[in-house]
């Protein structure tokens, strides 16, 4: 199998203009001797592609091409490659491309953790080259990085479960979500999306907690065993007293979450655990007596191995995530981060459709 020595993606040209991604070719990085190159046939659109784009994280190096829920077949193995992986397989890439594989956290499936993680896209590596991400015709990245797609979840309903299906499952499976257990999902956008159909897989009693009662009916549809509106319920806090041992706030911001009553509806030892990234400026005002032996932490992405345990779970369980999707190219890339801003998606976008727009 022959491809060219040059990538070519849809990619960011600026921050200012960052809604019109332009076809771009671009060097990919070297190729070291664990690297396996994927030919890419769907990539999810996650919300720090947009963070990103618009540079609320700061500035970018430009071009930038974002997309790291990438799904594609594999065309070619490093020479020391030793995970099983084979050519013409189906696999995926999440958000993180690179850690030591050394040090205690990476020893331990804490790769997010490691201090030498590199994320898909806009990151520089050890060597210099700052990496690329999945509106692309490929990616190279380290095998480490790469799992199998099992063969009963098609392409476009696997990409999303790769950045922000793990980022929810990996604080639900390592605070106990499961059965007898009460789980709070506050958000019901993409992730949140995903976090209800995985709670409810693992057999938890499932809350969906959102500010107004609009998405009710999507809830109870993916399986939610209640729903909580709380700009319309008062103090929820004291309603539900007492009820959760873990809640995943999924929201785009934490600073949206009253603390002040957040933490009189978890149990005694109750984890609230945030998932989202807000954008730089943003600061957390808490009084600590109002955290009665409720514990708040922040969960970055997840593991390989809880990202294999997901994609098994999905598998197992035909959990079908709500997903839309739009071609890949400079119009489905512009169609998509338009309405990723306005909010206006159910739940995910997937591009596809990349044989079309690449044709090498
Ligand atoms: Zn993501
Ligand atoms: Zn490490």
Same mark, same amino acid.
């Given at each position: 199998m022959s491809y060219p020595e040059k990538f070519e993606g849809i990619a960011i040209q600026s921050h200012e203009d960052w809604k019109n991604p332009k076809k771009t070719k671009y060097d990919p990085k070297p190729f070291y001797d664990h690297d396996i190159d994927i030919k890419i046939e769907a990539c999810g659109v996650c919300g720090s592609d947009i963070h990103c784009a618009a540079g609320h994280w700061g500035n970018m190096k430009m071009p930038l091409v974002v997309g790291h829920e990438i799904v594609g077949k594999v065309v070619k193995l490093g *020479? @020391?490659?030793?995970?099983g992986l084979k050519v013409g397989q189906r696999v995926g890439v999440g958000a993180q491309v690179f850690s030591? +594989?050394?040090?205690d956290r990476c020893k331990n499936d804490n790769e997010p953790y490691c201090t030498k993680f590199v994320t898909t896209y806009s990151q520089p590596y050890e060597d210099g080259y700052v990496s690329q991400g999945g509106y692309a015709n490929y990616v190279r990245v380290h095998e480490h990085f790469v799992v199998p797609i099992p063969e009963n979840i098609p392409s476009h309903l696997a990409a *999303? +479960? +790769?950045c922000g299906g793990l980022t929810v499952y990996s604080p639900l499976v390592r605070n106990g979500c499961g059965p007898g257990k009460k789980v709070g999902i506050v958000g019901l956008g993409g992730i949140g999306s995903m976090g209800t159909l995985i709670s409810k897989a693992m057999g938890a009693e499932t809350y969906v907690i959102s500010r107004?009662?609009?998405k009710r009916e999507d809830a109870m549809k993916m399986g939610a065993d209640h729903y909580i509106a709380t700009l319309e319920e008062g103090d929820w806090g004291e309603k539900y007293? $007492?009820?959760?041992d873990l809640i995943v706030v999924c929201a785009s911001?934490?600073? $949206?979450?009253d603390f002040n009553i957040m933490p @009189?509806?978890? @149990?005694?030892g109750g984890r609230i655990v945030s998932i989202s990234i807000p954008e730089q400026h943003e600061m957390l005002s808490l009084k *600590?007596?109002?955290l009665k032996a409720v514990s708040i932490s922040y969960s970055a992405l997840g593991s390989i191995k809880e990202l294999n345990q997901l994609l098994k779970l999905v598998s197992e369980k035909d959990i079908k995530i709500w997903v839309e999707t739009l071609p890949v190219g400079e119009a489905g890339g512009h169609e998509a981060f338009e309405r990723m801003e306005k909010g206006d998606v159910r739940y995910r976008f997937t591009l596809v459709g990349y044989d079309k727009e690449f044709s090498d």
């Open positions: *020479p @020391k490659s030793n995970s030591c +594989l050394e040090c *999303p +479960l +790769l107004s009662s609009r007293f $007492d009820t959760f911001s934490l600073t $949206d979450i @009189k509806a978890m @149990k005694v *600590p007596y109002g």
